[in-house]
């Protein structure tokens, strides 16, 4: 019988992962290629990674991750690699259970949304712990989260992909969470600026500035527009795996240091390594 002076300790909650999830409606901004890289990322840094593609169609990040271990095989080599899997579940209440499942495996749980707008894509970014949405530097990216006006280039109001997320923030930080789940981070990555004019830079990084103020996001550069990020794709091979990638020039490098100021920007929490760091530079 129990001694009530000393009550059984409750038991340890779960263990959950943190769950990225990259979204955005629109196609065409590096969503899958900053994906697998940060994912690739953190593999190196020791953490349990998996990646979960919910566009079972087009399945960009699950064939990268394919081609990844396609090469590694043929190469008899051994690197830091990502598990991954592709949704094929029909509705959100399937996902909620594939998410459930998969992130008692791991640290981090990457969610990859499909370019476009549906209840399977809602419910990933609405239970996302760190939302990032990644978007070029054009006013026609920027529209996905706020509409301008043509003259003075003032915010005019929200889109729905901005309210939802507004939403799903408000909901989240309203509930009693008991613990487990952090506030929900929204991320702006601005993607290819170096192929932006000056102006229009600073036009929407002005109306950046004003919408995040506005529902609360957080603004970080993200990766350069850059040949060889297509290139990479083939062979699943990323910017961080040295050794294996031939000469890189310079700008390769700048574009390494990209990738790493990205994932400082995202400010992750820290994690229990199971395996040696390995260096990122």
Known sequence: MNDPT??????????????????NEKGGTGKSTTAVHIA??????????????LDARQRTTHRYIENRL????????????????VFRGRGPEALLVTIDRLEKLC?????????????????????????????????????LIGQVDAETFKVKKLSFFAEL??????????ATIDGRRPEMDWIVVRNRTGHVEARNMARIE?????????????????LSERVIYRE?????????????LGELGTSHLIARQELRALLKALNLPEFTRDQPRLELA
């Open 107 to 143: 640290d981090f749980l990457i969610i990859d949304n499909p370019g476009r707008d549906d209840p399977i894509a809602r419910t990933a970014a609405e239970n996302a712990d760190t939302l990032v949405t990644p978007m070029n530097d054009s006013f026609v990216d920027f529209d």
């Open 6 to 23: 000393f009550p059984t300790p409750a038991a340890a909650p779960p263990k959950t992962a943190h769950r990225i999830v990259f979204a």
């Open 40 to 53: 690739v990322a953190l593999s190196y840094l020791g953490a349990r990674v998996m990646a979960l593609d």
């Open 232 to 244: 990479l794709f083939p062979s699943g091979l990323t910017l961080l795996d040295k050794g294996h």
């Open 70 to 85: 396609s090469t590694l095989e043929k190469r008899r080599i051994t690197l830091p690699t990502p598990g991954c899997e």
């Open 165 to 174: 997320i507004w939403e799903a923030r408000m909901k989240r930080s309203r």
């Open 206 to 222: 002005q109306a950046l500035t004003e919408m995040s103020k506005r529902v609360g996001f957080r603004v970080a550069h993200g």
